[in-house]
């Protein structure tokens, strides 16, 4: 059964720092990892979507990067600003578990002004 | 805009009662996912429909049901409500192909139950 673990379960740093946010994952046989945000009572948006033959995707700020042996995923936010400020998810689609997506608990970001 | 719409945003039942979520998706995206996540916590997959048919189904008693319609639009019943039912309730739709797409989640229904 995949198990997906999220490392700090909650970050607070001042505005302007460059902060990473780690996964990891217990069956590295996986279709994709996915990076979500969420804000207070919201639902999710995708941030990157890293197929399992990828090591790195890259959006503005953000960068995610994917080492599929070792079971670690990464997202790293540059130049953090208060609008950052959210809960962030990753989740992995696995290959014995079909299309279905697990989710760790998420890491709670506070970025201050 | 995400493209998926859930309906209603908010919802207040009483123990016992039943209750239907809807979701609608945008074209093509032929495969819905219902996750619920209870506060604190990340989302937990309850099934999945594929051309309206259930193809994957997580640890959620049979109380949970749903249907996936051919305009792409879905629902999930719960019937017999708990307290712990409570949560936040969230449809999640992609293009098929697995692995090749991305889910995009609607922004959830909240329910609680009192």
């Known amino acids: 059964k995949q198990e997906v673990t999220q490392i700090p379960a909650a970050l607070s740093v001042p505005e302007g720092e460059n902060l990473v946010l780690n996964c990891s994952f217990t069956?590295?046989?996986?279709?994709?990892l996915q990076w979500f945000r969420q804000d207070p009572g919201k639902g999710l948006t995708s941030l990157l979507l890293i197929q399992s033959s990828q090591r790195e995707q890259t959006s503005g700020r953000l960068n995610a990067s994917l080492d599929k042996s070792s079971g670690r995923s990464t997202l790293y936010i540059a130049a953090s600003q208060p609008g950052d400020s959210a809960t962030y998810l990753c989740?992995?689609?696995?290959?014995?578990?079909?299309?279905?997506?697990?989710f760790g608990e998420g890491t709670q970001l506070t970025v201050n002004p | 805009e995400t493209g998926v719409t859930q309906s209603p945003t908010h919802l207040i039942k009483t123990r016992g009662q039943q209750v239907t979520l809807r979701c609608s998706s945008q074209s093509g995206h032929n495969t819905v996912s219902w996750y619920q996540q209870a506060l604190g916590q990340g989302p937990q997959f309850i099934f999945q429909y594929y051309r309206e048919e259930e193809n994957g189904r997580g640890n959620f008693p049979p109380r949970f049901s749903g249907l996936q319609f051919p305009n792409y639009s879905s629902e999930l019943n719960v019937n017999a409500l708990e307290l712990d039912d409570s949560a936040l309730y969230l449809c999640a739709t992609k293009r098929v192909g697995t692995g090749l797409y991305g889910y995009t989640f609607g922004s959830g229904t909240r329910l609680t139950v009192v």
């Open positions: 989740a992995v689609m696995d290959e014995t578990s079909g299309s279905r997506l697990t």
């Open positions: 069956d590295s046989a996986i279709y994709n």
